[in-house]
Nanobody, 122 residues
Framework: QVQLVESGGGLVQAGGSLRLSCAASERTFSTRVMAWFRQAPGKEREFVAAINLSGDLTSYSDSVKGRFTISRDNAKNTAYLQMNSLKPEDTAVYYC???????????????WGQGTQVTVSS
């Protein structure tokens, strides 16, 4: 399993922006579909965005489409989530995940980071 480490979370006011990063521990990063999920207190972990190996295919949940952008830099073994126009309902722990095949459900991914907290104040 590839090890993943998220960073970039924090406290931001509604309407603000944050950029999350997910650094992978090994060169096989370029062979992994990468995704972001989030989990708010008392709620199930939900899909946010996914990106394919080359970065030319992406998918987003309806709740973040048009506001968030997923990207990757295979040379740096890093995936990103640019979050704009943040809303209080975006408050959650954000996790990056990776696996060999495409998926949008938590069970589709075998490698997970430890999570980074994003808090959006109103």
């Amino acid at each position: 399993q590839v090890q993943l480490v998220e960073s970039g979370g924090g406290l931001v006011q509604a309407g603000g922006s944050l950029r999350l990063s997910c650094a992978a521990s090994e060169r096989t990063f370029s062979t992994r579909v990468m995704a972001w999920f989030r989990q708010a207190p008392g709620k199930e972990r939900e899909f946010v965005a996914a990106i394919n190996l080359s970065g030319d295919l992406t998918s987003y949940s309806d709740s973040v489409k048009g506001r968030f952008t997923i990207s990757r830099d295979n040379a740096k073994n890093t995936a990103y989530l640019q979050m704009n126009s943040l809303k209080p309902e975006d408050t959650a722990v954000y996790y990056c995940a990776g696996d060999a095949a495409w998926g949008t459900k938590p069970r589709d991914f075998g490698s997970w980071g430890q999570g980074t907290q994003v808090t959006v104040s109103s």
